[in-house]
Protein backbone atom coordinates (compact mmCIF):
# COMPACT_ATOMS: atom_id res chain seq x y z
CA UNK A 1 0.00 0.00 0.00
CA UNK A 2 0.97 3.83 -0.45
CA UNK A 3 1.80 5.30 2.32
CA UNK A 4 1.09 9.36 2.41
CA UNK A 5 3.60 11.88 4.75
CA UNK A 6 2.53 15.37 5.60
CA UNK A 7 4.39 17.86 6.83
CA UNK A 8 4.01 20.02 9.26
CA UNK A 9 1.58 18.55 11.19
CA UNK A 10 0.26 21.86 12.78
CA UNK A 11 0.99 25.47 11.74
CA UNK A 12 0.61 28.75 12.60
CA UNK A 13 0.43 31.78 10.61
CA UNK A 14 -1.30 35.69 10.52
CA UNK A 15 -3.92 36.83 8.19
CA UNK A 16 -2.62 37.48 4.64
CA UNK A 17 0.83 34.83 5.20
CA UNK A 18 1.86 32.62 2.55
CA UNK A 19 1.49 28.78 4.25
CA UNK A 20 2.82 25.97 2.44
CA UNK A 21 2.30 21.83 3.12
CA UNK A 22 4.15 19.31 2.16
CA UNK A 23 2.76 15.64 1.22
CA UNK A 24 5.03 12.71 0.11
CA UNK A 25 4.08 9.31 -1.40
CA UNK A 26 6.14 6.33 -0.82
CA UNK A 27 6.07 5.77 -4.45
CA UNK A 28 5.45 7.67 -8.00
CA UNK A 29 1.82 8.35 -7.93
CA UNK A 30 1.70 10.33 -10.86
CA UNK A 31 -0.40 13.44 -10.50
CA UNK A 32 -3.00 11.33 -8.65
CA UNK A 33 -3.53 13.45 -5.79
CA UNK A 34 -5.84 15.61 -3.70
CA UNK A 35 -6.42 18.19 -1.43
CA UNK A 36 -9.09 18.66 1.17
CA UNK A 37 -10.29 20.94 3.42
CA UNK A 38 -12.19 19.87 6.77
CA UNK A 39 -13.19 22.58 9.25
CA UNK A 40 -14.13 21.18 13.18
CA UNK A 41 -17.38 18.82 13.16
CA UNK A 42 -17.93 18.81 9.28
CA UNK A 43 -17.17 16.78 6.36
CA UNK A 44 -14.21 17.39 4.50
CA UNK A 45 -14.02 19.62 0.65
CA UNK A 46 -12.52 18.74 -1.90
CA UNK A 47 -10.26 21.44 -2.82
CA UNK A 48 -7.36 20.60 -5.08
CA UNK A 49 -7.64 17.65 -7.45
CA UNK A 50 -4.83 15.56 -9.75
CA UNK A 51 -2.38 17.54 -7.97
CA UNK A 52 -2.73 20.91 -9.49
CA UNK A 53 -6.32 21.46 -10.58
CA UNK A 54 -8.47 23.55 -8.46
CA UNK A 55 -12.36 22.23 -7.65
CA UNK A 56 -14.95 24.41 -8.87
CA UNK A 57 -15.88 26.79 -6.27
CA UNK A 58 -12.64 27.01 -4.79
CA UNK A 59 -11.15 30.28 -3.63
CA UNK A 60 -7.73 31.01 -6.41
CA UNK A 61 -5.53 31.69 -2.92
CA UNK A 62 -5.53 27.95 -2.42
CA UNK A 63 -2.92 26.22 -4.87
CA UNK A 64 -1.25 22.77 -5.50
CA UNK A 65 1.45 21.81 -7.52
CA UNK A 66 4.14 18.53 -7.66
CA UNK A 67 3.97 15.12 -9.23
CA UNK A 68 5.68 11.99 -8.65
CA UNK A 69 6.67 11.62 -4.95
CA UNK A 70 6.38 15.42 -3.74
CA UNK A 71 3.70 17.58 -4.13
CA UNK A 72 2.86 20.50 -2.43
CA UNK A 73 -0.40 22.63 -1.15
CA UNK A 74 0.23 26.47 -0.51
CA UNK A 75 -2.72 29.21 0.75
CA UNK A 76 -1.25 32.37 -1.01
CA UNK A 77 -3.02 34.61 1.37
CA UNK A 78 -4.36 33.06 4.45
CA UNK A 79 -7.66 34.61 5.72
CA UNK A 80 -9.55 33.64 8.98
CA UNK A 81 -11.91 31.18 6.98
CA UNK A 82 -9.11 29.10 5.99
CA UNK A 83 -8.79 27.74 9.36
CA UNK A 84 -9.13 24.18 9.64
CA UNK A 85 -7.14 20.49 8.85
CA UNK A 86 -5.60 19.91 5.18
CA UNK A 87 -5.14 16.82 3.70
CA UNK A 88 -3.79 15.07 1.07
CA UNK A 89 -4.94 11.86 -0.27
CA UNK A 90 -3.25 9.53 -3.27
CA UNK A 91 -5.42 7.64 -5.93
CA UNK A 92 -2.70 6.27 -8.19
CA UNK A 93 -3.68 2.60 -6.43
CA UNK A 94 -6.12 0.87 -4.01
CA UNK A 95 -6.75 1.72 -1.19
CA UNK A 96 -6.66 5.09 -1.51
CA UNK A 97 -4.56 6.92 1.20
CA UNK A 98 -4.75 10.11 3.21
CA UNK A 99 -2.04 11.85 4.51
CA UNK A 100 -1.90 12.74 8.52
CA UNK A 101 -3.87 16.23 8.34
CA UNK A 102 -1.89 19.98 8.75
CA UNK A 103 -3.77 21.69 11.07
CA UNK A 104 -3.58 25.61 10.43
CA UNK A 105 -4.27 28.07 13.21
CA UNK A 106 -3.91 32.32 13.25
CA UNK A 107 -1.34 33.39 15.31
CA UNK B 1 -27.87 20.11 -5.77
CA UNK B 2 -25.92 17.15 -5.06
CA UNK B 3 -26.76 15.53 -1.30
CA UNK B 4 -25.73 12.54 0.59
CA UNK B 5 -27.70 11.59 3.81
CA UNK B 6 -26.09 9.05 6.09
CA UNK B 7 -27.88 7.39 8.44
CA UNK B 8 -27.74 4.57 10.72
CA UNK B 9 -24.89 5.20 13.10
CA UNK B 10 -25.60 4.75 16.97
CA UNK B 11 -24.15 2.74 20.27
CA UNK B 12 -23.28 -1.18 19.55
CA UNK B 13 -21.18 -3.70 21.76
CA UNK B 14 -18.17 -4.84 20.72
CA UNK B 15 -18.95 -7.91 18.30
CA UNK B 16 -22.12 -6.38 17.08
CA UNK B 17 -23.68 -5.61 13.71
CA UNK B 18 -24.91 -2.35 12.24
CA UNK B 19 -25.95 -1.17 8.86
CA UNK B 20 -25.19 2.23 7.50
CA UNK B 21 -27.58 3.71 4.50
CA UNK B 22 -26.20 6.64 2.30
CA UNK B 23 -29.26 8.35 0.48
CA UNK B 24 -28.32 10.57 -2.66
CA UNK B 25 -29.98 12.86 -4.61
CA UNK B 26 -28.95 15.56 -6.84
CA UNK B 27 -27.29 13.36 -9.95
CA UNK B 28 -27.24 10.20 -11.62
CA UNK B 29 -26.19 7.93 -8.81
CA UNK B 30 -26.17 4.59 -11.05
CA UNK B 31 -23.21 6.41 -12.94
CA UNK B 32 -20.82 6.85 -10.15
CA UNK B 33 -18.50 5.02 -7.96
CA UNK B 34 -19.16 5.55 -4.21
CA UNK B 35 -17.08 5.44 -1.35
CA UNK B 36 -17.38 4.68 2.71
CA UNK B 37 -14.42 6.59 4.52
CA UNK B 38 -14.73 6.91 7.81
CA UNK B 39 -12.82 9.40 10.69
CA UNK B 40 -11.84 8.10 14.46
CA UNK B 41 -12.53 10.37 16.96
CA UNK B 42 -9.78 12.88 17.08
CA UNK B 43 -8.00 11.00 14.37
CA UNK B 44 -7.85 11.60 10.13
CA UNK B 45 -9.69 10.23 7.69
CA UNK B 46 -9.48 6.90 7.26
CA UNK B 47 -10.91 4.93 3.48
CA UNK B 48 -12.69 1.84 4.04
CA UNK B 49 -14.72 0.74 1.36
CA UNK B 50 -15.19 1.19 -2.57
CA UNK B 51 -17.60 0.00 -4.95
CA UNK B 52 -18.35 0.63 -8.77
CA UNK B 53 -21.09 2.55 -10.02
CA UNK B 54 -23.01 -0.67 -10.95
CA UNK B 55 -21.77 -3.09 -8.15
CA UNK B 56 -19.70 -5.01 -10.29
CA UNK B 57 -16.28 -4.37 -8.03
CA UNK B 58 -16.02 -3.91 -4.37
CA UNK B 59 -12.52 -3.19 -2.74
CA UNK B 60 -12.34 -3.02 1.11
CA UNK B 61 -9.64 -1.02 3.62
CA UNK B 62 -7.72 -4.82 5.30
CA UNK B 63 -9.28 -3.44 8.55
CA UNK B 64 -12.73 -4.22 7.42
CA UNK B 65 -12.18 -7.07 5.18
CA UNK B 66 -14.40 -9.72 5.98
CA UNK B 67 -16.78 -8.26 8.14
CA UNK B 68 -17.70 -5.23 6.59
CA UNK B 69 -19.88 -5.36 2.83
CA UNK B 70 -20.80 -2.48 0.88
CA UNK B 71 -23.61 -2.75 -1.85
CA UNK B 72 -25.85 0.11 -3.42
CA UNK B 73 -29.42 -0.25 -4.52
CA UNK B 74 -29.19 2.22 -7.82
CA UNK B 75 -33.01 1.68 -8.11
CA UNK B 76 -33.65 3.67 -4.65
CA UNK B 77 -30.45 6.02 -4.93
CA UNK B 78 -29.19 4.59 -2.01
CA UNK B 79 -25.75 3.18 -0.72
CA UNK B 80 -25.15 0.36 2.75
CA UNK B 81 -22.62 -0.10 4.90
CA UNK B 82 -23.27 -3.71 6.57
CA UNK B 83 -20.77 -3.73 9.38
CA UNK B 84 -20.73 -7.52 11.30
CA UNK B 85 -17.75 -8.54 14.09
CA UNK B 86 -17.79 -4.78 15.49
CA UNK B 87 -14.63 -3.78 17.59
CA UNK B 88 -14.03 -0.96 19.57
CA UNK B 89 -11.54 0.60 16.30
CA UNK B 90 -14.49 1.06 14.37
CA UNK B 91 -15.75 3.48 16.83
CA UNK B 92 -15.61 6.64 14.10
CA UNK B 93 -17.88 8.93 12.13
CA UNK B 94 -18.67 7.38 9.12
CA UNK B 95 -19.21 9.43 5.49
CA UNK B 96 -19.70 8.59 2.08
CA UNK B 97 -18.36 9.93 -1.05
CA UNK B 98 -19.11 10.38 -4.30
CA UNK B 99 -16.48 9.84 -7.09
CA UNK B 100 -15.79 13.16 -9.02
CA UNK B 101 -16.50 11.34 -12.35
CA UNK B 102 -17.85 8.12 -13.79
CA UNK B 103 -13.98 7.06 -14.68
CA UNK B 104 -11.73 9.34 -11.54
CA UNK B 105 -11.96 6.25 -9.07
CA UNK B 106 -10.71 8.04 -5.58
CA UNK B 107 -11.35 12.13 -5.85
CA UNK B 108 -14.50 12.56 -3.74
CA UNK B 109 -15.78 15.94 -4.70
CA UNK B 110 -19.32 15.64 -2.39
CA UNK B 111 -19.14 14.05 0.98
CA UNK B 112 -21.96 13.29 3.59
CA UNK B 113 -22.35 14.67 7.02
CA UNK B 114 -21.12 11.67 8.24
CA UNK B 115 -22.95 9.39 11.08
CA UNK B 116 -21.60 8.54 14.23
CA UNK B 117 -20.89 4.42 15.25
CA UNK B 118 -19.58 3.77 18.77
CA UNK B 119 -18.80 0.52 19.62
CA UNK B 120 -18.71 0.19 23.82
CA UNK B 121 -20.05 -2.65 25.98
Known amino acids: DIQMTQSPSSLSASVGDRVTITCQAS??????LNWYQQKPGKAPKLLIY???NLETGVPSRFSGSGSGTDFTFTISSLQPEDIATYYC?????????FGGGTKVEIK | QVQLVESGGGVVQPGGSLRLSCAAS????????MHWVRQAPGKGLEWVAF????????YYADSVKGRFTISRDNSKNTLYLQMNSLRAEDTAVYYC??????????????WGQGTLVTVSS
Open chain 2, 97 to 110: AKDRTVTDEGVFDY
Open chain 2, 26 to 33: GFTFSSYG
Open chain 2, 51 to 58: IRYDGSNK
Open chain 1, 27 to 32: QDISNY
Open chain 1, 50 to 52: DAS
Open chain 1, 89 to 97: QQYDNLPPA
